[in-house]
């Protein structure tokens, strides 16, 4: 229960001098303004207003907090909503609910609805992974805490270009590409009306484009695939190191290749299309050298699914870095040659040895313009591929032991 005061309006001094009461009692303003003070606690102003023939009770602050004269704004702010015909108790439920929207809560959303698509196996881990180590590390500390309906254009742009001024112009460009699918997962939730990212565009400096090293000369390549064979690190990463020549695939593709993926009879490894850059299937016909060493790797790898699993944890394939570090130890500097690199050196060496350039683009998996052609052609030459990959293989054999013969003749 609660005793209701008409008098005048209400004034500084009258409000400041209204003291508890044993009973809860208010103090009525003008056009719907209540202060409410009650026995014990603070005075609280309140707008009393009817809406759609019933009557409402909002609150407008606590006093001394909010002044006489602010309340009064708000009421005012309050009447001019339900002159457009406004619910201002459904008003402030939608504002409240628009500032718990923040750009982080929506990039968790889009986040989650990605680790469905892995598990679905039509999304990489390693894309999930990077997505969130971008926004973790670049957009979460800026922008993760602002209402993603009160995020400016200009306020994405700073961000990003911050990022680029630190020399990570790569990062800034997939900085604002995972900006971007975030804005877009809010606008299908119907939280924003376009993508701010669109304002950005052509205002990032290009990337420097980074070219993986590979060795062209084919003495230096047999005295590579020579330190290879004489790998004493683990067994698991010295066959990754013998096959990643012989195959020439990305790191990522190799190091997460799945013993259900090898056709053993058929001489064939299947690379499904969410393991692949472009995501289109791939094939990789498998050489006589090549079906020797995964027969030798099926009997190290053990039970784990992975051709290459981790030391320590058999359920994971071993670290992007692993090949790296190995290449290293062997004295071949990240300068020289890269396990990406090989790509490079078969390109070139099987174009010297008179190969095709489409048979070998084919194999190396390079994007074809047309998208539907690349989805129903990745067995496109099969025939002559397997036929490559096997004289790859020889010549690379040839490579090791001439270099070998010509050392020892030194001697």
């Given amino acids: 229960?609660?005793?209701?005061?008409?008098?005048?309006?209400?004034?500084?001094?009258?409000?400041?001098?209204?003291?508890?009461?044993?009973?809860?009692?208010?103090?009525?303003?003008?056009?719907?303004?209540?202060?409410?003070?009650?026995?014990?606690?603070?005075?609280?102003?309140?707008?009393?207003?009817?809406?759609?023939?019933?009557?409402?009770?909002?609150?407008?602050?606590?006093?001394?907090?909010?002044?006489?004269?602010?309340?009064?704004?708000?009421?005012?702010?309050?009447?001019?909503?339900?002159?457009?015909?406004?619910?201002?108790?459904?008003?402030?439920?939608?504002?409240?609910?628009?500032?718990?929207?923040?750009?982080?809560?929506?990039?968790?959303?889009?986040?989650?609805?990605?680790?469905?698509?892995?598990?679905?196996?039509?999304?990489?881990?390693?894309?999930?992974?990077?997505?969130?180590?971008?926004?973790?590390?670049?957009?979460?500390?800026?922008?993760?805490?602002?209402?993603?309906?009160?995020?400016?254009?200009?306020?994405?742009?700073?961000?990003?270009?911050?990022?680029?001024?630190?020399?990570?112009?790569?990062?800034?460009?997939?900085?604002?590409?995972?900006?971007?699918?975030?804005?877009?997962?809010?606008?299908?939730?119907?939280?924003?009306?376009?993508?701010?990212?669109?304002?950005s565009r052509g205002l990032l400096e290009p990337p420097i484009t980074q070219h993986h090293p590979g060795i062209s000369d084919p003495m230096r390549i047999g005295e590579l695939l020579r330190s290879i064979a004489g790998y004493t690190g683990r067994e698991v990463v010295a066959i990754a190191l013998q096959l990643a020549p012989l195959f020439f695939v990305r790191p990522g593709e190799l190091r997460q290749a799945r013993w259900r993926q090898v056709d053993v009879p058929d001489a064939l490894w299947h690379i499904p299309a969410e393991c692949m850059k472009k995501r289109v299937p791939h094939l990789v016909p498998l050489s006589r050298q090549a079906l020797q060493l995964l027969k030798r790797l099926r009997e190290v790898s053990g039970t784990s699914e992975y051709l290459f699993p981790a030391h320590r944890n058999p359920a994971q394939p071993i670290a992007g870095n692993a090949l790296n570090i190995a290449l290293k130890r062997m004295g071949f500097s990240s300068r020289e040659i890269t396990p990406h690199g090989f790509r490079a050196t078969a390109s070139t060496l099987l174009s010297e040895l008179g190969w095709r350039s489409e048979v070998i683009e084919r194999q190396l998996a390079h994007a074809d313009a047309d998208r539907m052609r690349r989805i129903y052609n990745h067995a496109q030459y099969l025939t002559e591929r397997r036929a490559m990959m096997q004289t790859w293989a020889d010549y690379l054999d040839q490579l090791r032991v001439r270099t070998r013969d010509e050392t020892e003749a030194r001697r």
């Fill in 1 to 199: 229960m609660f005793v209701e005061f008409y008098a005048m309006p209400l004034t500084t001094a009258s409000v400041r001098t209204a003291l508890p009461r044993t009973r809860l009692y208010r103090l009525s303003d003008r056009s719907g303004l209540l202060l409410e003070v009650p026995p014990a606690g603070s005075k609280r102003w309140r707008f009393r207003y009817r809406f759609n023939h019933a009557e409402k009770l909002i609150s407008l602050g606590l006093y001394p907090t909010v002044s006489l004269r602010a309340a009064r704004l708000q009421r005012d702010d309050a009447r001019g909503l339900l002159a457009r015909g406004i619910d201002p108790s459904v008003d402030r439920q939608l504002k409240r609910a628009a500032r718990l929207r923040t750009f982080e809560l929506v990039a968790r959303e889009r986040l989650k609805s990605l680790g469905r698509i892995v598990e679905q196996r039509k999304l990489s881990e390693g894309t999930l992974r990077r997505a969130t180590w971008i926004l973790e590390s670049h957009l979460l500390p800026r922008l993760g805490h602002r209402p993603i309906d009160e995020i400016t254009a200009a306020e994405v742009l700073t961000v990003l270009k911050d990022i680029e001024l630190c020399g990570l112009r790569d990062t800034a460009r997939r900085a604002r590409q995972s900006c971007s699918r975030v804005f877009r997962h809010a606008m299908g939730l119907g939280y924003i009306s376009r993508d701010l990212t669109i304002e």
